[in-house]
């Protein structure tokens, strides 16, 4: 999973803003261009591989996405862990609604970002203590929405040349298009550019192993997330129920137990064994845990067909989304559901 490192300014106590802003600036300081890395002699051959793969996706992304051609994700940083940030959710323990955090700039999201695990881990036993549900996500990539240039991380190449490309597309999508105060909006959007321009580029390198791959991915993510979106109606239904403390905490339990019961049978029968997401099972599910899965992922469908609307041209799709961000949050939603043009939004 993939979200911004919000706090970079806060008005949520001087400490945090003080790691928040240390955090960045360490990463900034071990900056190293790609180009010179490329060119550099010394550079071990497996990193100058890395960087010539990511300088050609970079470039792609400017040149194909009309995604910001700028400085960002053109030097590197190895900062020797396997998550730059840890983002913490919270949520009421018989609620779907997650705890929010505002932040000047960024505006307000439904988590809160740390450099540091241990720090992510403190705020999540406070936030506990209050009674809520809480999850703890590590994340490997970060935007700062153009105010400095991002670099790429060593988190970013943990996996394949796919998975560095999806996150660079994602992290410049924000660049592109960032409404305030609307996670969902900007996560959707961002998801959006990232997997028609992960089909795009392995169309255009001739990938057409890894675009199997992909799709195959894609279309387990969906099926995982109507798993998931199905539980949460169930949660919903007992939430909203007259049923006493005790007995909702019984039904919340079981309804998750299902929800695990229904991934072992997808994963065994229609999955041929894939166990990508048991880490995502095994770890504990809760109310907080759901939620997040949901604001970077609903409104998706409803960016694509917006996408497919404006016939795949990205200049216009981002003018489109750029309109749809400019209405009242209150109707943004319902109007993106409802558009049946790229021209007009409400």
Not at 75 to 96: C, H, K, N, Q
Not at 215 to 232: C, D, H, I
Request: aromatic share 12%.
């Amino acid at each position: 999973m993939v979200c911004l490192a919000v706090g970079l300014t806060g008005c949520t106590g001087v400490s945090y803003y003080a790691d928040s802003l240390k955090g960045h600036v360490e990463i900034l300081a071990a900056r190293r261009n790609v180009a010179k890395l490329i060119d550099d002699r010394s550079t071990p051959e497996a990193l100058r591989a890395q960087m010539t793969s990511a300088a050609a996706i970079r470039q792609f992304a400017s040149d194909d996405l009309a995604l910001p051609d700028n400085q960002s994700y053109r030097s590197y940083a190895d900062i020797g862990r396997d998550y730059v940030t840890w983002a913490v959710f919270a949520a009421p323990e018989f609620s779907l609604t997650p705890r929010v955090w505002c932040f000047p700039v960024f505006g307000c999201v439904p988590y809160r970002g740390y450099f540091s695990r241990e720090s992510a881990i403190d705020t999540a036993l406070e936030l506990k203590k209050e009674g809520l549900d809480v999850h703890v996500s590590g994340v490997t990539a970060y935007s700062t929405l153009g105010w400095s240039s991002d670099p790429l991380l060593s988190t970013m190449f943990l996996h394949d040349k796919t998975y560095l490309a999806s996150l660079v597309f994602h992290e410049l999508a924000h660049q592109r298009v960032y409404v305030n105060d609307d996670t969902p909006f900007n996560e959707a959007f961002a998801v959006t550019v990232e997997t028609t321009g992960v089909r795009k580029w392995l169309r255009a390198t001739g990938d057409a192993a890894g675009l199997r791959r992909f799709e195959a991915g894609e279309k387990r993510s969906a099926e995982f997330l109507a798993l998931v979106a199905q539980t949460r109606e169930e949660l919903r239904e007992i939430y909203s129920g007259s049923a006493s403390s005790e007995q909702m905490r019984a039904d919340k339990a079981a309804a998750i137990e299902r929800l695990r019961v229904r991934y072992r049978q997808m994963r065994d029968r229609r999955w041929g064994g894939y166990r990508g997401y048991d880490g995502w099972f095994e770890a504990p599910i809760n109310n907080a845990k759901i939620a997040a899965t949901s604001v970077y992922n609903d409104r998706v469908p409803a960016f694509l067909r917006l996408f497919e609307l404006c016939s795949g041209d990205y200049p216009r799709f981002y003018a489109a989304v750029r309109r749809f961000g400019a209405l009242a949050k209150a109707e943004r939603a319902e109007a993106l559901e409802a558009a049946r043009t790229c021209d007009k939004a409400g």
